[in-house]
């Protein structure tokens, strides 16, 4: 080693001989050549011996230190630097590679810092952004909600306006005899099914008028219309009433369901001709007769079976064999044919016989049939108009028997005809005349004028061969609607003639009874099952003759100016120059529940409630009808006679009794009446010595109190009550301020009475005897009311309506007059004053005498003073016989109830007055759903039709 570096040094420096400690120490290690170098002076030339540090890297540490520190050695080396050179430049090196490094860093922080600060800044604006957003769309929103708000406002103010129109259009369409169209358009205004709109009070009235609800007794009321095309000529029912068929002047023949009002079918066979008239065989087969053909269709299927050439007029037809033949006359022939009506077939012709002069006379002649069933057996009637020549006509009746195949004209004549018939032994009454009469236009009997003249008239009773029996001459004055002699068994004949109806003795023809009407007759029906006669006239009044008694009773029943009426399970009845039919019919709720046990009455003179379960009800004779009202029963009656002559009604007093006295008896004995078995105690309540009765009694907490006055000393006064438990009497000295007697007007809780001191008010506190009078003249004790609390009083005095304080100070007064004023009430929160006025209108009154406003009400006219009560959302007011009940919110009339006795736990107190009597009863009232399911029921499928839910806004 030590040769080969000599051997290098000679060609190389030392600073090229590099040496690596791996291991041991330097000097051990290091060759001696590398640790020492010769080095000359310069001055003397002495070479010398001289110790260096080799240049040499030191590995013996870590091998990292190593690297970091002895590696540089090697290579500074390498490269001809110096180490330190070396050093520096790494540490350079380092610097600006860990600068370049912090640049990055550096830049990479500022870049990431600028991205930052610019997200948070779009952050920040984008919260901004969504902040805004978010407050416009909470502004959206809440607009939004508005919006929806005003139009669900807007929405529900149009429905209720719709229903408004449509409740008024509702109560037209009953007015004008049209209840189903009624029920349509109330129905149309309250909600049902998937048609969600308020519920308003006229809806709900016009449903409860065109129901009927809550009419106890029956009456006869227009319930549906039939309108044609074109005017009526002629209409007919089937034997149930199922079916209306009307004929109209311009030849169509229209069907219609009755239940339903639905048209299930139109005929015009010919659109040149004009039918004379209709007929129905066995509820099945339609005949239509021309003057040319018959038609005849098949209303299962409203096919045509048949047409056949048969023609004539309204009398050329009759239906014979159970109608399942038409016996059809041929004027022109003479001959009489049966016609099957299923098929049209002529099964026999019937020759009218004439005798050889007739025959050699060439006579003109017209065939007719009564307008009625002229059939008995086989044998039928007919009439013929025989024409000797143009100016000498008469009438001649005309036998037909099918059996014998024979057409027998009669050798009586008369001047006119006007209606015949067979009775049962096989003889003829005829409605007529010997001389013929004036002739008559159509048109006069269409208006219906009186000829101001009486008009004769004879009925006639003839043999079966055409000999008279016996004839009844009669005079009636107005024009003939409706002409009719009918057999009526064991009562004889009637006949009905203009507006006269007679009763004959069928043997001799005498005249039994007669009775007369203001206007025409235009129907009139036999009753078999009560042998009465029932009439309709031209003025549309209808009525029962009782030919036992002689008379008749009209009611105006139906419109006016008829031209004909038809009555199967109602009445049909037309209007001259009418395209309407009216259908009327009779009217009750069957709601109507009658109390158990409940007696008839007469008549009523008094009624009150006691309490909250008994119900008293006095009649004229003074017998007391009690009844107990949550079992709904009568518990019994009290003649009051066997006590007293003039019963005066006290109330029920706290030990469950009624009590009563006599107010024209000089001995006062109160009656005890237990409502339980109208057992009845008589209790003594003696006057002071002294003293004589004076005015009313009333009872309040278990006493009966009743003023009384000294015979000699009318100034000296007292007020006697009496312990009804005890019998005890108690005299307390009144200090009134006028000379005269009272009686008890309205209590506040029993703390303080309203008196009616011969006109002058008073407030009284009976525990004392103590007395208050007010300002004015009290008009009557009865027209008062405290507020709910009893800080307020109002009473009619001269001025109008007077307002008071609990303790009688003067509040102010309202501007009516007051004797127009026939009720008043505070309502529940005594804020508004309700006074009821003679013209049946509500008018409110702010505590200021304000108007607030008004509700007309319905049918209330009463001499009893009128009833309140107060639910949750209606106000109950009875006046007279109506109920009505009145919505608190629009203070609009929703209901009522006729023939009323008023409201109590959820039932409506009603009676029935039919034939003279009344019957007690009650309603359960109805909810809305309830009358819209009634109402859907009475129309069963007999909905609007396109035109009517246009007209109407509802399609």
Known sequence: MQREIETFLKTHTRKQVLTVLAEGEPPEIIPEILLYDEQTDPATGETRRVAVEPLSCDYRGKFRTARQEELPRLASALLGCGYDELRQRQRQYQMRRTVGVLGLCLAASLAFGAYFVRTSVTIRESYRQLEETHAMLEDTN???????????????????????????????????????????LALGALPSGAQDRPVIPQAELAMVEALGAYQSDEEIAAVGTFTLEGTVSDYLLDSEGDRLIALDNLGQVTVWDTASYHRLAAFRPSLSDKPNAVKLAQDRYLLINYPVNTYCYDLEDNSLLWVNAIGGSASDLMLAEGEEQLLYVNSETGDFSLIDVRTGDILQTIPLALTPEQQEQDPVFRLGFPDHDGQVGSRFVAWCRYYESWDNAYYVPVVIDLEQGSAVMLARRFGWLDDLCLQSDGGILLFGGEEARDEISEDWFGYGYSFLRENPFTVYSLSPEGEEHWHTDGTFFLTTYFDRVLPCGEWGVVCVGGNVCLRLDGETGEILSRAETDTAIVRAYWNEGDDSLTVITRSGKMGFFDFEAGGCSLSDTFVDNLVEAKVIHGAYVCQYSSDTILRYRLVADENFAPFADAQSLDNIYQYAYLGEKTLTIQSYEDVLFVFDLEERRQTGTIDLNEWTEMATSLGLSEDGKIYCYDRWANDLELYAISPEDCSVETVAMPLPEGYHWYGEGWLWQGKVYRAARLLEDYDDRALVSCDVATGEVETIPLDLSVSAGFSACVSCGGQRFLLNGDGIPFLFDPATGGSVELEGLIQDDTISAWSGDGALLAYCDGSGVALCGGDGTRRGEIDVISGQVKGMSFTPDGETLLILGSDGVLYRFDLDGNPLGETALFGT???????????????????????????????????????????????????????????????????????????????????????????????
């Not at 409740?167 to 009953?174: D, Q, T, V, Y």
């Not at 309603?923 to 009358?931: G, H, I, L, N």
């Open 142 to 184: 809440a607009q939004l909600e508005d919006t929806n708000a005003q139009l669900e406002a807007s929405l529900d103010q149009s429905l209720r306006n719709q229903s408004e129109y449509l409740a008024a259009e509702s109560r037209k369409a009953l007015e004008a005899g049209d209840r189903l169209l009624a029920i349509r």
């Open 861 to 955: 006219r009463g001499y009893r003073d009128p009833m309140w009560e107060f639910l949750p959302d209606r106000l109950m007011l009875l006046w007279g016989s109506f109920l009505c009940w009145i919505d608190l919110d629009s203070w609009e009339l929703a209901g009522y109830a006729g023939n009323s006795l008023g409201y109590d736990a959820g039932l409506i107190l009603s009676y029935q007055y039919e034939s003279g009597t009344y019957t007690f009863g009650c309603y359960t009232p109805y909810s809305v759903e309830e009358m819209v399911k009634m109402g859907e029921a009475a129309l069963a499928n007999a909905a609007l039709n396109e035109h009517q839910l246009a007209q109407y806004g509802l399609d």
